[in-house]
DNA sequence: ATTGACTATTACGTAAAAGTCAATATTATT
DNA sequence: AATAATATTGACTTTTACGTAATAGTCAAT
């Protein structure tokens, strides 16, 4: 028999630092669906999974439309070829995307360094020792 | 005698993509300060570097506060010890968040990768050739 | 039986970052 | 001079992603 473990809701803020009207609103919004046991949510195993996808989408700033739309993929690829080009078209717009992100935050982190020398500097110049 | 080139308000949005109450917007939040001649707003190579830079901050989700934060630290960097140290938690808070994010971003182009490749399978299934 | 921790739903509120619209000025061009 | 293009301010609206409050049910432990 398998172990299936249920997360309670709390268990699953605690470990993701968000609240439960957030974990809630996810529900509403389509994005999860946890079981239930009268009216209290049981979250499975690979409810936890999809959370935390979630959350990397949301760091990553993903609109909750944007993340649903990934998992419907997921959850059944289009048959159709329109869909199919259409959705690779999106994939490469998104990747594009992406890569920019990713030298913007290279940039950025570039200049965060250079803050931190200068303030070194001034501590230097003030006289504390680092 | 320099060039002293200025730019209207909508050469700059067509440049960067954004609308004329974005950069008005800016301008209320204390983030770019464009010369006037009479009401009319001229932008100075200065103001539009300053304005790619608020731009990429806001690709990477910085909010208007911190990237009117990290302006002014460039503008006057603090000289109070207090504040320097401050400062210096927060840019290292701040490259933490980043390298995260760049986490993010790699785990997802993968995802993207996989995503394509499913639909160059599903391709191949309908018999399209690519 | 009551306290405390957790759960639920419904509904209204909010902050950030603009979008949109109106009314008006300035500038440029024909 | 008339008209079109571009500019301004100010006010109201919108969207996203939840926060917050009110009200109430469930369950274990004291």
Redesign the pocket.
């Known amino acids: 028999m398998p172990v299936n473990k249920y997360y309670?809701?709390?268990?699953l803020?605690r470990e993701f630092g968000?609240?439960?009207?957030?974990l809630?609103?996810?529900e509403d919004e389509g994005l999860i669906h946890?079981e239930?046991r009268?009216?209290?949510?049981l979250f499975r195993p690979a409810d936890r999974r999809l959370i935390g996808e979630i959350l990397r989408g949301?760091r990553i700033g993903?609109?909750?439309?944007e993340i649903r739309e990934i998992i419907q993929v997921y959850k059944e690829p289009p048959g159709e070829l329109g869909q199919l080009k259409l959705l690779m078209k999106r994939v490469d717009e998104k990747r594009e995307d992406l890569r920019q992100k990713r030298k913007d935050i290279d940039d950025t982190l570039t200049e965060l360094d250079n803050i931190e020398e200068a303030c070194l500097g001034r501590l230097a110049e003030i006289g504390v020792t680092t």
């Open positions: 309670s809701i709390t268990e803020t968000v609240s439960t009207r957030t809630r609103f996810y946890p239930r009268g009216r209290t949510r949301r993903f609109t909750i439309a």
